[in-house]
C-alpha cells in the first residue's frame, strides 16, 4: 500500500530550498520510492511548491519534472489532500506563514531561525502546541556525516570525559563589486532590518549542536562584528551593511564542557574543511568536517617539545586515524525529512520541535545581547 502525503513547500525557490529541500530531500525521497515502513506501507510525498514569483516557481517546478505550484498559498492550505506545510521563506515573513497553517490544521515544518526574538518563537511554538499540530525545525547538522562518526566514537567512551570543543565555520563571502567574483549570499544576510546576521542564523545551529552532543548550554559570551561595512547587492548598488557578519562566542554547557565556536563571512579557508570541530577528551580527541572525523587516542598522542629555534620534528597532521566508513551515509536534510514524516504518518516520536528551535533563538538572542553588555550571560531553563 502507498500512503501518499501531500506537501506544501513555501519558498523554496531560493538556494537551501531548492537544492537542500526539494531536490536532495523531497525528490530524492520520491526517486527512491518513497519511504518504505514495511512491506505492506510506502509513504510518498505529494508536493506542491509556493511562492510570490510565478516565473521562478514555473522553471523549478518544470526543472523537478512537472511538479504542481501556486502563487495561490491560501488554495493550497484549503486542500486537505496537503498535510504538511514547509516554510523556507525569509525569517522575518515566517510567523504570518505559520499562522495561516496553523488555522488550516497543518503540520507545520520550517527552517531556522524560525524567528529573530525569543518571544516571538515562543510564541510560534505555542500556538502549534495549543492547536494539537505536529511541528518541527530543521536541525540539519545533526546528521552530517562527520558529526554521525563523531558521535559513534562518543557512545563507544573513545573520549573518557569530555573538555573543550573549537568549532571553526565560514569563508570569504565576496563583496560584489568585482565582476568575477559575484557575492554567494543574498542581500539581506547583511541588512539586520530583515533578519539578516551571522549570530542569528549560526547560534542557533551551535544551540542544538551543542545540546545534543554535549549537554545544555549555561551560559554566553559573544563577540560580533561588522567587518566589511558595504557590499554591493543584486541590482549591483552599494549598502550599508548594518548587521554583522562575524561572531566569536564562549559557550559553556551545565557538565563544564567548554564550547568556543567562531563564525565567519569573512575569512579565508585554510582547514580541512568549510566547518571543522575539535573535540578534546582525556582518553582522546577527534577532529570532525562535515563528511570525514579523524581521531587520536592518548596512548598514540605525541610529545611536543617547545623550540623555536629549530624545525618542528613532529608531523602533527600525522598520528590520526580517520574514521572509516560503516554504514551509508544520506543527505543531512533528508534524513530530518523522512524522520519529520514518518512522526506525521506514524506519530513515531520527534523531538525538534519548534521549541527546540526557540532554544535557538535565545541563544542568538543573549549572544547578541552578551556583544552589547561586553559580559558573560546565563541561559535560563525557560523554554521546557
Not at 577528551?281 to 572525523?293: E, I, Y
Not at 543531512?332 to 519548534?354: C, G, M, N, T
Request: glycine letters at 10%; a neutral charge; aromatic letters at 10%.
Amino acid at each position: 500500500m502507498i500512503r501518499h502525503i501531500g506537501i506544501i513547500l513555501n519558498g523554496v525557490t531560493g538556494r537551501m530550498g531548492t537544492n537542500q529541500h526539494l531536490f536532495r530531500s523531497i525528490k530524492a525521497i520520491m526517486d527512491q520510492g518513497g519511504i518504505k515502513v514495511n512491506d505492506d506501507l510506502t509513504i510518498m510525498p505529494k508536493p506542491i511548491l509556493t511562492g510570490r514569483n510565478a516565473n521562478k516557481l514555473a522553471a523549478l517546478a518544470a526543472r523537478a519534472g512537472g511538479l504542481p505550484y501556486t502563487t495561490d498559498l491560501d488554495a493550497a492550505l484549503a486542500d486537505d489532500s496537503n498535510e504538511i506545510f514547509f516554510d523556507a521563506s525569509g525569517t522575518l515573513q515566517r510567523a504570518g506563514f505559520i499562522e495561516k497553517a496553523v488555522k488550516a490544521k497543518k503540520a507545520i515544518y520550517c527552517e531556522k531561525p524560525t524567528a529573530v526574538e525569543t518571544a516571538e518563537a515562543v510564541r510560534l511554538a505555542k500556538l502549534c502546541e495549543d492547536a494539537g499540530l505536529k511541528n518541527g525545525v530543521v536541525q540539519d547538522k545533526l546528521w552530517l556525516t562527520g558529526i554521525r562518526k563523531f558521535k559513534l566514537l562518543r557512545d563507544q567512551g573513545f573520549f573518557g570525559r569530555i573538555l573543550s570543543v573549537r568549532g571553526e565555520f565560514g569563508y570569504w563571502v565576496f563583496t560584489g563589486e568585482h565582476e568575477g567574483q559575484p557575492a554567494q549570499r543574498p542581500s539581506w544576510n547583511y541588512r539586520k532590518e530583515d533578519g539578516g546576521g551571522i549570530i542569528i542564523d549560526m547560534l542557533c545551529h551551535w544551540r542544538y549542536v551543542i545540546d545534543n552532543l554535549f549537554g545544555p548550554v549555561k551560559s554566553i559570551s559573544c563577540l560580533g562584528a561588522t567587518h566589511v561595512p558595504k557590499r554591493l547587492d543584486e541590482r549591483g548598488q552599494v549598502y550599508d551593511c548594518t548587521s554583522d557578519d562575524a561572531c566569536y562566542a564562549t559557550m559553556e554547557t551545565a557538565n563544564g564542557i567548554v564550547c568556543q565556536f567562531n563564525s565567519s563571512w569573512t575569512v579565508r579557508v585554510r582547514r580541512d574543511d568549510l566547518f571543522t570541530m575539535q573535540v578534546d577528551g582525556t582518553l582522546g580527541s577527534a577532529t570532525v568536517t562535515l563528511r570525514k572525523c579523524f581521531a587520536q587516542a592518548a596512548g598514540v598522542t605525541p610529545r611536543p617539545i617547545w623550540n623555536p629555534d629549530i624545525e618542528q620534528p613532529i608531523n602533527f597532521f600525522q598520528g590520526w586515524q580517520e574514521v572509516p566508513d560503516a554504514t551509508t551515509y544520506d543527505n543531512a536534510f533528508k534524513i530530518q525529512w523522512e524522520e519529520f514524516i514518518r512522526h506525521v504518518v506514524l506519530d513515531e516520536p520527534f523531538r525538534y520541535s519548534l521549541r527546540e528551535g526557540a532554544k535557538g533563538v535565545q541563544l542568538a538572542e543573549l549572544g547578541l545581547k552578551s556583544w552589547a553588555e561586553r559580559k558573560w550571560l546565563d541561559v535560563p531553563d525557560v523554554l521546557g
